[in-house]
């Protein structure tokens, strides 16, 4: 980590190859994520609330999603979410960006996330309305990730300035 905070990865090529097959990666999840939810479901509180609450009209009566189910799924992607986030948000901070920039990605991305999650939740033992928070909060995060995986690209491939350089620039004199 010590390469990013000194601003010495924008020299380190083996570095910034590493952070841009990562962030590869993440581009693929993120697609991949766009991929399942159209498998499953729409972009209409409805057809949020038939996968998740089942369809007593389909032919074969579709029951909702039982408290295992939604547990094991809960259990991987909370776990997995987090350290996405994290690790995405982490690296962010070392980008030359505004505190307040910074801080509202990282809440904007955890809270999205969180809210994603909990949403599937909500809908099953709450009430169908929070389909409307399941699906804002899906949107709402996927453009978070990509926003992350976009500025966190240009960083790696604009090598020269960095948030240690930088915010050392900014810093009044004593």
């Not at 996330?113 to 099953?124: F, K, N, P, S």
């Not at 990509?146 to 050392?168: I, K, M, Q």
């Amino acid at each position: 980590m010590r390469f990013v905070v000194t601003g010495e990865w924008s020299r380190n090529s083996m570095l910034r190859l590493i952070l841009c097959f990562f962030l590869v990666y993440v581009a693929l999840f993120w697609v991949t994520n766009w991929i399942l939810w159209f498998q499953k479901m729409g972009l209409t509180p409805g057809s949020i609330v038939t996968y998740i609450l089942g369809d007593p009209n389909s032919e074969f009566g579709q029951p909702a999603r039982p408290l295992g189910s939604l547990a094991e799924v809960s259990h991987f992607h909370l776990f997995a979410m987090g350290m996405l986030v994290m690790t995405l948000t982490h690296l962010l901070l070392f980008l030359p960006v505004s505190m307040r920039t910074k801080g509202t990605l990282v809440v904007v991305a955890f809270v999205s996330a969180l809210l994603d999650e909990g949403g599937t939740w909500l809908v099953r033992y709450a009430h169908p309305t929070f389909a409307w928070l399941k699906l804002i909060s899906f949107l709402v995060f996927q453009v978070a990730l990509l926003g992350l995986v976009v500025a966190l690209l240009v960083g790696v491939w604009r090598p020269g300035r960095n948030a240690y350089t930088d915010s050392e620039a900014r810093r009044p004199a004593h």
